[in-house]
């Protein structure tokens, strides 16, 4: 057996690293953020709105994290580049990424225009490829560092009964993504990891007209009976981002309450 010098609650801390987590203004990417600050870590909070960006960083300080809000979208390189480059001259060093910025359209495929599978691939795919790559440089020079891709459990099954080949495709993709980086960069020290969550509540489900309708016949697929929370999500982060998972490197580990089993 391998032994540590430290023990495996010291393996969990995440102190002063410095982290950011892209759409983190709300949801599944805010619950991500109080997880990586409360575990120890400088974290720097960025969404395509300025505004929730703020109010997160504002949350977090008022716990005593060290927060930076910054506004930017995943799709752009430049952006990318830019919010990257603003967390390393900040904190000197980027140990931690979480690449969780996405967005879902429903439509059959019949009718999915060829706008709406541009937009969710270049956010959900291609976004997650910039941000890797820009994020990757920083961590590659130094030697370390963790980058953790939110997939889904629809890179494994097709959800039902909505109708959303778009995003399905782009979530296998980033975890094939994944897999793929991982392999590349394995020997120069930086761990490339996935979270596919299963059915989360957030508001975006219980607001939406054409959603909300759809958790029953959700649960009754889920073989733990409910739909997941944002801090269902949470302790799995913190393991991917810190040292516990030091041997773990193109996993894609998948939190939906069992509905894959199915």
């Known amino acids: 057996m391998t032994t540590h010098s430290s023990g495996i609650l010291e393996r969990l801390r995440l102190d002063r690293r410095a982290a950011l987590v892209t759409g983190a203004g709300q949801g599944i990417g805010r619950a991500f953020a109080h997880a990586l600050g409360e575990a120890g870590a400088r974290v720097a909070i960025v969404d395509l709105d300025k505004d929730r960006a703020h109010a997160v960083a504002d949350e977090l300080a008022a716990k005593g994290i060290e927060s930076l809000a910054l506004a930017g979208d ?51 795919l291609r976004g997650v490829f910039l941000c890797c790559q820009a994020e990757a440089r920083h961590m590659l020079a130094a030697g370390y560092g963790k980058i953790i891709n939110t997939a889904s459990m629809a890179s494994l099954i097709v959800p039902h009964p909505q109708k959303q ?67 269902d999500l949470q302790a799995a982060v913190v393991y991917l981002a810190g040292p516990a998972s030091d041997y773990m490197t193109g996993h894609n580990l998948v939190l939906d309450g069992g509905q894959t089993l199915w």
Do not use: C, M
């Open 74 to 124: 995943v799709s752009r390189p430049d952006d990318v580049r830019s919010f990257v480059d603003r967390v390393v001259h900040t904190w000197g060093r980027l140990d931690i990424a979480v690449n969780n910025a996405g967005l879902n359209r429903n439509s059959a495929a019949e009718e999915t225009s060829i706008d709406e599978w541009d937009e969710t691939h270049a956010v959900n």
């Open 165 to 231: 080949a778009a995003y399905n495709t782009a979530k296998a993709g980033v975890v094939h993504l994944t897999r793929s980086l991982a392999a590349e960069w394995a020997d120069r020290g930086v761990r490339v990891n996935a979270i596919s969550p299963g059915i989360i509540r957030t508001a975006l489900i219980e607001q939406s007209p054409a959603l909300a309708p759809l958790v029953a016949t959700w649960v009754s697929g889920i073989p733990l009976a409910r739909l997941g929370e944002v801090d």
